[in-house]
């Protein structure tokens, strides 16, 4: 099991082996950075992009504009999946789970179906922001992608896994993310799954020092 050693570490001067991580404190994606982060020990300074000054050092160094970005032993890594990737394979795997030949296809099919539900639900929760009376089919049909998704994946997870290989790898760090992160925005309402609600419970102890509700 993944156990977080610090969620957020902010010193006064970056010293120059801390990873500079541009995002929010409410982001899933960066969630999932902050987590692997604190659990390889690897202390990072968060840009906060919710402010102007955040904002435009972003757009400085990431052409997407998305978050998490971060910059690390002299190179910017866009997207969580890469960033998590080079955290476990230069700072080492030892609490998470590898994944193997056998399992790869499982895994990746299960981080393409949570992540396009993820991002299905963010541009709702966006769209809407901008206009809470917005509508179009387009919308409906993310809606609808939402559910299928969930079912897919509620028939997948077992305890407190979700590929047939027992422990916490990405596939259980994106679901929590995910779902706790539709939670928190009330995207979407997953307490009809037991299997999701037992999955949650499972974890919340070791992902607690990261939720986002803290942040707002
Ligand atoms: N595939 C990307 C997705 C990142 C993403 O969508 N981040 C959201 C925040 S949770 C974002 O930056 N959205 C800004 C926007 O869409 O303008 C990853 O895994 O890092």
Not at 138 to 163: C, F, N, Q
Request: charged share 25%; aromatic share 10%; hydrophobic share 45%.
């Amino acid at each position: 099991m993944l156990r977080p050693l610090s969620p957020n570490l902010v010193p006064c001067e970056i010293p120059a082996d801390t990873m500079k991580l541009y995002g929010t404190l409410t982001s899933p994606y960066v969630r999932r950075v902050r987590v692997v982060a604190a659990a390889v020990g690897v202390p990072f300074t968060l840009i906060d992009t919710k402010t102007e000054d955040g904002q435009a050092a972003l757009r400085g160094v990431n052409p997407l504009w998305k978050v998490p970005t971060v910059e690390i032993d002299g190179q910017i890594i866009v997207d969580s999946r890469a960033i998590v990737e080079y955290l476990l394979r230069t700072r080492g795997h030892e609490q998470f789970r590898p994944v193997t030949q056998h399992g790869f296809i499982l895994e990746s099919n299960i981080t393409q179906v949570v992540d396009n539900a993820l991002d299905a639900g963010i541009r709702r929760f966006y769209l809407e922001q901008d206009d809470p009376d917005i509508s179009a089919p387009y919308l409906d049909k993310e809606k609808a992608r939402v559910d299928s998704a969930m079912a897919w994946i509620a028939d997948r997870v077992h305890g407190p896994w979700v590929t047939d290989e027992p422990g916490f790898g990405f596939a259980e760090l994106a679901l929590y993310t995910t779902l706790d992160w539709m939670r928190f925005r009330k995207a979407y309402d997953f307490s009809g799954y037991q299997c999701l609600v037992d999955f949650m419970a499972a974890h919340a102890e070791d992902m607690a020092a990261t939720a986002p509700d803290a942040a707002g």
